[in-house]
């Protein structure tokens, strides 16, 4: 038996608002106390499409005698047997505003400017547990039927490579990151211009 598996990655960007109407700016706004209250601000997700197979193993010498064996055994069957399988999930971006602290806001009263370090972008998968879905099955002639197991030990491979490309700074994950910094900082700046200032935004790495 031999799985293989594949990623496509489809890229999407939250649309986010925030209410610009004219406020009378007060002489001192707590922004870290109103920001806290956002908490988790989602700025945008990635969908990580896995498309998977189960066919009969060909003989390797990498196999050992049990693998070459039971490849030497499916390839004296007549038949075929393919499994194609996907397994969708989602990478989110956010940033958490309650690990602000007072002393990454710096109010400028006199030039009505806010100077704001937000902490860095965390990329997350939503949570949910993926299901496997079945895109197309041939098995005829002698072949076995593919088991529930054999499933469980793809989409158990599928997860772990989701894993790894969230560790590893891969071209989708930096995009997504790059796509929330810019989202952040232009929500950040229209949520204290709101306010009656100008922002100045860094996010920190």
């Not at 489809?10 to 106390?33: D, H, Q, W, Y």
Request: charged residues 30%; glycine residues 8%.
């Amino acid at each position: 038996m031999k799985n293989s598996v594949r990623t496509i990655f489809i890229f999407s960007l939250m649309l986010l608002t925030v209410g610009c109407g004219k406020r009378k700016a007060e002489p001192t706004i707590n922004f870290v106390e109103e920001l806290h209250g956002v908490a988790r601000l989602e700025l945008g997700r990635m969908t990580v499409s896995k498309v998977g197979t189960i066919t009969d193993s060909q003989p390797s010498r990498s196999s050992g005698v049990l693998g070459k064996a039971e490849s030497m055994v499916n390839s004296l069957k007549v038949g075929t047997r393919l499994g194609v399988y996907s397994y969708d999930t989602y990478l989110i971006a956010y940033i958490d505003l309650a690990r602000l602290q007072p002393g990454d806001i710096t109010v400028d009263e006199q030039l009505k400017k806010v100077y704001v370090s937000l902490p860095p972008i965390e990329i997350t998968t939503d949570g949910r547990d993926v299901t496997l879905h079945e895109e197309h099955s041939r098995v005829t002639g002698f072949r076995s039927q593919i088991t529930p197991a054999e499933r469980a030990r793809l989409k158990s491979r599928m997860a772990a490579e989701v894993k790894r490309e969230i560790a590893a700074d891969s071209a989708g994950k930096k995009e997504l990151k790059a796509a929330a910094e810019a989202k952040a900082k232009g929500w950040i700046s229209e949520f204290i211009k709101a306010r009656g200032y100008e922002a100045d935004v860094v996010i920190l790495d």
